[in-house]
Protein backbone atom coordinates (compact mmCIF):
# COMPACT_ATOMS: atom_id res chain seq x y z
CA UNK A 1 0.00 0.00 0.00
CA UNK A 2 1.14 3.38 -0.79
CA UNK A 3 -0.17 6.59 0.46
CA UNK A 4 -1.49 8.84 -1.54
CA UNK A 5 -2.46 12.48 -0.59
CA UNK A 6 -3.36 10.61 2.90
CA UNK A 7 -5.26 8.14 1.22
CA UNK A 8 -3.41 4.14 1.49
CA UNK A 9 -4.23 2.95 -1.75
CA UNK A 10 -2.03 0.51 -4.56
CA UNK A 11 0.30 1.62 -7.54
CA UNK A 12 -2.78 1.21 -9.77
CA UNK A 13 -4.78 3.47 -7.90
CA UNK A 14 -2.50 6.08 -7.03
CA UNK A 15 -1.63 6.73 -11.05
CA UNK A 16 -5.61 6.65 -11.71
CA UNK A 17 -6.17 9.39 -9.48
CA UNK A 18 -5.88 12.88 -10.06
CA UNK A 19 -4.13 15.59 -7.63
CA UNK A 20 -5.70 19.01 -7.39
CA UNK A 21 -4.58 22.06 -5.95
CA UNK A 22 -6.88 24.90 -5.53
CA UNK A 23 -6.09 28.53 -4.78
CA UNK A 24 -8.44 31.03 -4.11
CA UNK A 25 -7.19 34.86 -2.66
CA UNK A 26 -7.72 38.73 -3.45
CA UNK A 27 -6.57 40.72 -6.93
CA UNK A 28 -3.16 40.54 -6.95
CA UNK A 29 -2.19 38.18 -4.30
CA UNK A 30 0.38 36.47 -6.71
CA UNK A 31 -2.10 33.40 -7.50
CA UNK A 32 -1.34 33.58 -11.46
CA UNK A 33 2.57 33.75 -11.40
CA UNK A 34 2.75 31.30 -8.17
CA UNK A 35 0.42 28.81 -9.65
CA UNK A 36 2.30 29.10 -13.24
CA UNK A 37 5.29 27.95 -11.68
CA UNK A 38 3.67 25.21 -9.77
CA UNK A 39 2.02 23.61 -12.67
CA UNK A 40 5.77 23.65 -14.75
CA UNK A 41 7.77 22.19 -11.54
CA UNK A 42 5.38 19.44 -11.20
CA UNK A 43 4.00 18.83 -14.68
CA UNK A 44 0.20 20.24 -13.76
CA UNK A 45 -2.18 21.62 -16.14
CA UNK A 46 -3.21 25.56 -15.04
CA UNK A 47 -6.45 27.12 -14.94
CA UNK A 48 -6.89 31.30 -14.54
CA UNK A 49 -10.66 30.74 -13.84
CA UNK A 50 -10.42 34.86 -13.90
CA UNK A 51 -9.57 34.79 -17.07
CA UNK A 52 -13.38 33.40 -18.12
CA UNK A 53 -14.74 35.61 -15.88
CA UNK A 54 -12.72 38.02 -18.16
CA UNK A 55 -13.74 36.75 -21.58
CA UNK A 56 -17.58 37.02 -20.51
CA UNK A 57 -16.62 40.92 -19.35
CA UNK A 58 -14.54 41.60 -22.78
CA UNK A 59 -17.45 39.66 -24.68
CA UNK A 60 -20.43 41.89 -23.08
CA UNK A 61 -18.35 45.19 -23.36
CA UNK A 62 -17.29 44.53 -27.42
CA UNK A 63 -20.93 43.44 -27.83
CA UNK A 64 -22.21 46.83 -25.87
CA UNK A 65 -24.06 44.86 -23.62
CA UNK A 66 -24.71 46.23 -20.45
CA UNK A 67 -22.90 44.02 -17.77
CA UNK A 68 -26.12 43.92 -15.44
CA UNK A 69 -27.68 42.15 -18.07
CA UNK A 70 -27.16 39.03 -17.20
CA UNK A 71 -29.43 36.67 -19.56
CA UNK A 72 -27.94 38.47 -22.49
CA UNK A 73 -24.12 37.86 -21.20
CA UNK A 74 -25.32 33.98 -20.64
CA UNK A 75 -26.02 33.57 -23.81
CA UNK A 76 -22.97 35.89 -25.38
CA UNK A 77 -21.04 33.24 -23.28
CA UNK A 78 -22.85 30.49 -23.84
CA UNK A 79 -22.28 31.35 -27.80
CA UNK A 80 -18.97 31.52 -28.11
CA UNK A 81 -16.08 29.00 -27.72
CA UNK A 82 -13.37 29.98 -24.93
CA UNK A 83 -10.18 28.00 -25.44
CA UNK A 84 -7.57 27.65 -22.55
CA UNK A 85 -3.98 26.89 -22.83
CA UNK A 86 -0.57 26.32 -21.82
CA UNK A 87 1.23 29.11 -24.44
CA UNK A 88 3.20 27.28 -27.13
CA UNK A 89 7.08 28.74 -27.81
CA UNK A 90 5.45 31.33 -29.90
CA UNK A 91 3.70 32.62 -27.35
CA UNK A 92 6.03 33.25 -24.55
CA UNK A 93 5.19 36.82 -24.05
CA UNK A 94 5.00 37.10 -20.34
CA UNK A 95 1.94 36.17 -20.87
CA UNK A 96 0.79 32.76 -18.08
CA UNK A 97 -1.99 31.22 -20.36
CA UNK A 98 -3.56 31.38 -23.57
CA UNK A 99 -6.94 32.46 -24.28
CA UNK A 100 -9.07 32.00 -27.21
CA UNK A 101 -12.20 33.07 -28.14
CA UNK A 102 -13.70 31.56 -30.96
CA UNK A 103 -10.08 31.21 -32.26
CA UNK A 104 -8.97 34.95 -31.79
CA UNK A 105 -6.30 35.08 -29.01
CA UNK A 106 -7.61 37.25 -26.50
CA UNK A 107 -4.54 36.73 -23.62
CA UNK A 108 -4.02 40.26 -23.51
CA UNK A 109 -7.29 42.08 -24.54
CA UNK A 110 -8.78 40.80 -21.01
CA UNK A 111 -5.79 41.84 -18.58
CA UNK A 112 -6.44 45.87 -18.75
CA UNK A 113 -8.05 47.25 -15.86
CA UNK A 114 -11.43 47.61 -17.70
CA UNK A 115 -11.92 44.49 -18.56
CA UNK A 116 -11.22 43.38 -14.49
CA UNK A 117 -13.54 45.66 -13.61
CA UNK A 118 -16.32 44.10 -16.06
CA UNK A 119 -15.43 40.71 -14.63
CA UNK A 120 -16.38 41.79 -11.50
CA UNK A 121 -19.33 42.71 -12.12
CA UNK A 122 -20.00 39.94 -14.51
CA UNK A 123 -18.88 37.32 -11.86
CA UNK A 124 -21.61 38.55 -9.34
CA UNK A 125 -24.50 36.90 -11.71
CA UNK A 126 -25.47 33.68 -10.51
CA UNK A 127 -25.95 32.05 -14.23
CA UNK A 128 -22.70 33.03 -15.52
CA UNK A 129 -21.02 31.34 -12.56
CA UNK A 130 -22.81 28.35 -12.86
CA UNK A 131 -21.77 28.30 -16.58
CA UNK A 132 -18.21 28.70 -15.78
CA UNK A 133 -17.96 26.29 -12.40
CA UNK A 134 -19.31 23.88 -15.13
CA UNK A 135 -16.41 24.57 -17.43
CA UNK A 136 -14.14 24.31 -14.66
CA UNK A 137 -15.24 21.12 -13.45
CA UNK A 138 -15.13 19.49 -16.45
CA UNK A 139 -11.64 20.41 -17.05
CA UNK A 140 -10.70 19.54 -13.65
CA UNK A 141 -12.31 16.13 -14.52
CA UNK A 142 -9.10 13.96 -15.45
CA UNK A 143 -6.38 15.95 -15.03
CA UNK A 144 -3.68 16.94 -12.38
CA UNK A 145 -4.36 20.90 -12.21
CA UNK A 146 -3.61 23.99 -10.29
CA UNK A 147 -6.84 25.97 -10.50
CA UNK A 148 -7.05 29.32 -8.88
CA UNK A 149 -9.58 31.66 -8.40
CA UNK A 150 -11.86 33.44 -6.19
CA UNK A 151 -14.31 30.05 -4.99
CA UNK A 152 -12.17 26.87 -5.98
CA UNK A 153 -11.66 25.78 -2.82
CA UNK A 154 -14.96 26.00 -1.43
CA UNK A 155 -17.35 25.35 -4.87
CA UNK A 156 -15.47 24.66 -8.09
CA UNK A 157 -12.99 21.90 -6.43
CA UNK A 158 -14.30 21.17 -3.21
CA UNK A 159 -12.24 17.53 -3.10
CA UNK A 160 -8.90 19.29 -3.82
CA UNK A 161 -6.28 17.61 -1.94
CA UNK A 162 -4.43 20.68 -1.18
CA UNK A 163 -6.44 24.01 -0.64
CA UNK A 164 -4.53 26.91 -0.39
CA UNK A 165 -5.94 31.26 0.46
CA UNK A 166 -2.96 33.27 -0.74
CA UNK A 167 -3.15 36.70 0.15
CA UNK A 168 -0.92 39.81 0.96
CA UNK A 169 -0.92 43.26 2.18
CA UNK A 170 -3.27 45.85 0.62
CA UNK A 171 -0.62 48.60 -0.31
CA UNK A 172 1.70 45.93 -1.07
CA UNK A 173 -0.74 44.28 -3.88
CA UNK A 174 -1.54 46.99 -5.37
CA UNK A 175 1.69 48.07 -6.15
CA UNK A 176 2.05 44.82 -7.83
CA UNK A 177 -0.83 45.56 -10.09
CA UNK A 178 0.53 49.09 -10.75
CA UNK A 179 3.91 47.97 -11.83
CA UNK A 180 2.09 44.91 -13.78
CA UNK A 181 0.12 47.73 -15.81
CA UNK A 182 3.21 49.87 -16.63
CA UNK A 183 5.20 47.42 -17.83
CA UNK A 184 2.33 46.99 -20.00
CA UNK A 185 2.40 50.50 -21.55
CA UNK A 186 -1.14 51.08 -19.47
CA UNK A 187 -1.07 54.65 -18.07
CA UNK A 188 -2.40 54.39 -14.80
CA UNK A 189 -1.94 56.22 -11.56
CA UNK A 190 -1.11 53.71 -8.21
CA UNK A 191 -3.96 55.86 -6.65
CA UNK A 192 -6.56 54.67 -9.02
CA UNK A 193 -5.14 51.39 -9.20
CA UNK A 194 -5.38 51.41 -4.97
CA UNK A 195 -9.22 52.30 -5.28
CA UNK A 196 -9.95 49.56 -7.96
CA UNK A 197 -8.16 47.27 -5.86
CA UNK A 198 -10.27 47.95 -2.74
CA UNK A 199 -13.55 48.18 -5.23
CA UNK A 200 -12.82 44.92 -6.08
CA UNK A 201 -12.03 43.09 -3.34
CA UNK A 202 -15.53 44.31 -1.64
CA UNK A 203 -17.20 43.25 -4.50
CA UNK A 204 -15.42 39.76 -4.84
CA UNK A 205 -15.99 39.20 -1.15
CA UNK A 206 -19.99 40.37 -0.38
CA UNK A 207 -21.13 39.29 -3.52
CA UNK A 208 -24.10 36.40 -2.72
CA UNK A 209 -23.08 33.64 -4.90
CA UNK A 210 -19.50 32.10 -3.74
CA UNK A 211 -17.96 34.94 -2.05
CA UNK A 212 -13.98 34.93 -1.98
CA UNK A 213 -13.69 33.60 2.09
CA UNK A 214 -11.00 31.60 3.47
CA UNK A 215 -12.41 27.85 4.96
CA UNK A 216 -11.40 25.96 7.91
CA UNK A 217 -9.58 23.67 5.71
CA UNK A 218 -7.14 26.56 3.48
CA UNK A 219 -3.31 26.23 4.30
CA UNK A 220 -3.39 30.63 4.36
CA UNK A 221 -0.01 32.24 3.11
CA UNK A 222 0.94 35.86 3.33
CA UNK A 223 2.37 36.51 -0.15
CA UNK A 224 3.87 39.93 1.44
CA UNK A 225 5.93 37.53 3.81
CA UNK A 226 7.76 35.85 1.44
CA UNK A 227 9.47 36.19 -2.56
CA UNK A 228 7.51 34.43 -4.98
CA UNK A 229 9.80 31.87 -5.45
CA UNK A 230 9.67 31.07 -1.84
CA UNK A 231 5.79 30.23 -2.39
CA UNK A 232 6.52 28.70 -4.93
CA UNK A 233 9.05 25.88 -2.63
CA UNK A 234 6.22 25.82 -0.14
CA UNK A 235 3.47 24.42 -2.35
CA UNK A 236 5.71 22.14 -4.58
CA UNK A 237 7.31 21.09 -1.50
CA UNK A 238 3.60 20.09 0.09
CA UNK A 239 2.44 18.80 -3.06
CA UNK A 240 4.78 16.72 -3.60
CA UNK A 241 4.93 14.96 -0.16
CA UNK A 242 0.81 14.64 -0.20
CA UNK A 243 1.34 12.88 -3.89
CA UNK A 244 4.06 10.40 -1.87
CA UNK A 245 7.17 11.70 -4.08
O1 LIG B 1 -8.27 36.91 -10.89
P1 LIG B 1 -8.78 37.97 -11.84
O2 LIG B 1 -8.46 39.37 -11.41
O3 LIG B 1 -8.36 37.73 -13.25
O4 LIG B 1 -10.39 37.80 -11.81
C1 LIG B 1 -11.23 38.66 -12.51
C2 LIG B 1 -12.54 38.79 -11.74
O5 LIG B 1 -13.25 37.57 -11.81
C3 LIG B 1 -12.37 39.13 -10.26
O6 LIG B 1 -12.94 40.37 -9.95
C4 LIG B 1 -13.11 38.08 -9.52
C5 LIG B 1 -13.76 37.21 -10.54
N1 LIG B 1 -13.53 35.78 -10.29
C6 LIG B 1 -14.49 35.09 -9.60
O7 LIG B 1 -15.47 35.68 -9.17
N2 LIG B 1 -14.35 33.75 -9.42
C7 LIG B 1 -13.27 33.11 -9.87
N3 LIG B 1 -13.17 31.79 -9.67
C8 LIG B 1 -12.26 33.82 -10.54
C9 LIG B 1 -12.41 35.17 -10.73
Request: hydrophobic share 40%; charged share 25%; with cysteine.
Amino acid sequence: MLLFAGLECTSEEVMSRTFHIAIDGPVAAGKGTVSRLVADRLGFLYVDTGAMYRVAALLGIKAGVDLQDESTLVKLVGDANIEMRNPTSQEKDGRLTTVLVDDEDVSWEIRTEKVGQGASIVAAHPKIRQVLVKKQQQIAANQNVIMEGRDITHKVLPQAQLKIYLTGGETIRAKRRHLQLLTKGQDVSFEEVFTQLLERDQRDMNRKTDPLKIIPEDWVIDSSDFLIEQVVELIVGKARVMMGD
